[in-house]
């Protein structure tokens, strides 16, 4: 929220009539509206962006040298603690990949320590260079038949409502559960009528995804055919395209996007671990291959950020123009949109803001419940055979808690037996005396193996 001073001092930069504390000056501006690429500065006071189309002097400036800029992009769907990293090293890997703004749905951690840790998230929310934006987890278990470490009901849930990086309700996983009307489930749905209502419906079709888009649930990222997401499309629903480190369903949704449905979908990872997004990058990758796949350029870049701001209520973001939030992406390639530089709420990132985060206290560092390992519960004597290593003295009396090793030579003498009469039903004395000709090498290959896993030879 801007005062009196600042709003003033916005207007009056918007004009020329004073300096922008930031000029991005020299770029090529992608309008994601009509298509229209503009040679222009952009002005910035504040997070705010004050000017564009025109030429403008500032207190500070960035030389565009030519590259195009285009909106910040959002990730309308993910779970960061999924990418096995902490929201921190999330913001830094991700943010240089363009990715502005990420709707988080904090269930893994939830799941594990309940309402812990959702707060843990919307602390480290409050200092990351990223926006990051909170759905609640609305299905912790995810299913009767999960040991969880938490429960959570709307009791639990409430208490965050407020939080300014709350957007609404997460992904409803227990669709059964919103089809037969079930109360923990109702209970969740009446308290965010009103709000946002995140969806997971995988393959639900006809008045069964009526009756569920009926609990006033908007958005789908579990569509994985054309058919499918055009159905929920015809239903009023927004479908996230979503391409992660496992699922992967961006080449099947592809064609949904253009010039017709771009205000109606966004996209999303759902997760990308670190090495994919070190190799092949985070939503820029899903920009890139959409472009490269024939989707529309313009309505690509749309999706990314114009469209997934809408449909999530975000209202201040999603385009480079005076009054919206100075969130750019500068690129040296609109077709391979290889992303350089980006400027987040008017500020150029760089390893400064990385450092000047507040840090946040870990939580669960105790949750692991599993009992302490001993060196003892991992022995597993090995039974006499014809030879038993010399190195080994087996135990006069075994652990009858331990499970006992079965006479791996006796095991080899009956499938060799097995073997053997096999191949004289079937005539295979050629790939008998191939078996002779290899068995020393194949034994002096093994006899190693044997060792080191204390097994006992056979002759």
Request: aromatic letters at 4%; glycine letters at 10%; a neutral charge.
């Given at each position: ?114 309402a ?56 409803m ?45 908007r ?15 015809s ?34 990872t ?14 820029d ?20 950020s ?66 302490p390992?001993?060196?003892r ?14 190195g ?5 009396r075994p652990?009858?808690d ?48 044997a060792?080191?896993?204390r ?5």
């Open positions: 929220m801007s005062d009196a001073a600042t709003l003033t001092r916005m207007i009056m930069a918007g004009q020329g009539k004073e300096p922008a504390d930031l000029v991005i000056r020299n770029v090529q501006l992608l309008d994601v509206i009509t298509g229209a690429v503009t040679q222009t500065d952009i002005a910035i006071v504040g997070d705010r962006i004050v000017g564009t189309h025109a030429s403008y002097e500032g207190k500070a400036v960035i030389d565009g040298a030519g590259r195009f800029a285009v909106p910040g992009f959002i990730d309308t769907h993910l779970h960061i603690e999924s990418s096995l990293v902490t929201p921190f090293e999330f913001d830094r890997c991700v943010l240089p990949h363009g990715v502005t703004t990420v709707i988080c749905d904090p269930h893994e951690i939830a799941n594990v320590l309940g812990e840790g959702i707060s843990y998230f919307l602390d480290c929310a409050e200092q990351t260079v990223m926006d990051v934006r909170v759905n609640l987890s609305s299905c912790v278990p995810a299913t009767g038949f999960e040991t969880s470490g938490a429960a959570l009901e709307i009791g639990d849930l409430e208490p965050f409502r407020s939080h300014p990086k709350v957007i609404g309700l997460a992904e996983m227990n669709f059964p559960g919103v089809l037969n009307a079930d109360p923990g489930i109702i209970a969740k749905l009446t308290a965010f009528q009103g709000g946002h209502i995140d969806g997971h419906a995988p393959l639900l079709a006809g008045t069964a995804l009526n009756g569920y888009l009926a609990a006033a649930i958005t789908d990222h579990e569509a994985t055919s054309a058919a499918e997401a055009r159905e929920k499309l239903k009023g629903m927004a479908i996230l395209i979503r391409e992660g480190s496992v699922s992967k369903d961006l080449k099947a949704l592809a064609e949904v996007l253009d010039e017709n449905t771009s205000s109606f979908v966004a996209l999303c759902d997760d990308r671990n670190p090495l994919d997004i070190a190799e092949e990058g985070h939503l990758s899903s920009i890139r291959r959409l472009i490269a796949m024939g989707r529309p350029l313009h309505h690509v870049y749309r999706a990314a114009h469209s997934a701001a809408r449909i999530f209520g975000l209202h201040d973001r999603g385009l480079v123009a005076p009054g919206w939030r100075a969130d750019i992406a500068l690129l040296d390639s609109l077709e391979d949109c290889r992303v350089s530089d980006v400027v987040i709420g008017g500020r150029l990132v760089g390893p400064d803001l990385f450092a000047a985060r507040k840090p946040v206290e870990p939580v669960g560092l105790a949750s692991m419940k599993a009992r390992v001993s060196s519960r991992l022995h597993h004597p090995a039974q006499a055979g014809p030879q038993q290593h010399a080994h003295r087996r135990p006069a652990d009858p331990l499970p006992r090793c079965r006479d791996a030579g006796g095991d080899r003498r009956r499938i060799a037996a097995r073997s053997s009469r096999r191949r004289a039903e079937s005539g295979g004395h050629r790939a008998a005396r191939q078996e002779r000709q290899y068995r020393p090498q194949l034994r002096a290959r093994l006899r190693p193996q060792r080191r896993h097994l006992v030879r056979g002759p």
